[in-house]
């Protein structure tokens, strides 16, 4: 209802943004750099942060710039099964038969890797969201994947992305050989303080006004609710652009954040 009181032609905070027209923070540009590097190298990336931090959009956002000549990007999210439902899930988004057998998935996942390298020159890129959910198992599987000639070639580029836990859990004596082989890591953390403004700036600016609709002290409230988590933001935004607009107001006060804190609680 907020559009129309505002005179927005879109909804700010939806979640269908075009990767170009995503808003990067500080954190993001340090997370694009380092992606850069592990593209580079082909090696095994990890990427984690709090829930709503964005950094699958990020990542999303990176791998769409990507040329499609060049990339092959495979996005798992199934992370909950054994081994054999991951690399089923692999081999279907690489549009291979999906085998019955565990190492008939795993040749062919491999030839297929091989074929798209040494063939097609294109670089697989494979992202496992959703990381923290995998079996230990299954991360020991997955490095196994990443391994050809006896460690001397390195065809796969592998992405973990997950919540923070999975740092730790590959601290572990457990999982050390694939810790080992981790060549960036980077933790996402929420927009800074003075991004916040720039940040709601950004969205307002697509929806189609330059105007301020949120006062200093709102964007301080919402800072302080959300520790700068754009989800969090997002979704508390929304509601209090709803609360201003209920109370006939021209823009957000603090005490229409406050009172959309019920509604995102």
């Not at 990336?45 to 709090?50: M, P």
């Not at 919540?163 to 800074?192: D, N, P, T």
Request: a positive charge; one cysteine or more; aromatic letters at 4%.
């Amino acid at each position: 209802m907020y559009r129309k009181h505002f005179g927005l032609t879109q909804h700010p905070f939806a979640k269908d943004i075009a990767p170009e027209e995503l808003f990067v923070s500080q954190a993001g540009r340090e997370l694009e750099v380092r992606l850069g590097h592990l593209l580079e190298l082909r090696g095994i990336g990890l990427v984690t942060g709090e829930v709503g931090s964005g950094k699958t959009t990020l990542c999303r956002k990176v791998t769409a710039s990507l040329h499609s000549g060049l990339y092959r990007v495979v996005y798992v999210s199934l992370t909950t099964g054994n081994v054999t439902d991951l690399y089923k899930s692999t081999a279907w988004e690489l549009g291979l038969p999906t085998e019955r057998s565990l190492a008939a998935l795993f040749r062919c996942i491999r030839a297929e890797v091989t074929r798209l390298t040494l063939e097609s020159r294109m670089r697989l890129v494979l992202i496992v969201d959703e990381a923290h959910h995998l079996r230990s198992d299954v991360l020991e599987n997955l490095r196994l994947l990443t391994n050809y000639e006896m460690d001397s070639h390195s065809r796969l580029c592998l992405l973990l992305v997950g919540q923070a836990e999975l740092r730790r859990r590959l601290s572990m004596a457990v999982h050390e050989a694939l810790s080992q082989r981790i060549v960036i890591r980077h933790h996402m953390l929420g927009l800074a303080r003075e991004e916040l403004p720039l940040y709601l700036a950004h969205l307002l600016h697509r929806a189609g006004t330059e105007l301020p609709l949120f006062e200093p002290a709102a964007t301080e409230a919402l800072f302080q609710a959300t520790s700068g988590l754009p989800r969090k933001v997002n979704l508390l935004a929304h509601h209090a652009l709803t609360a201003a607009a209920l109370s006939k107001s021209r823009a957000v006060s603090a005490a229409h954040v406050e009172a959309a804190l019920p509604e995102v609680s």
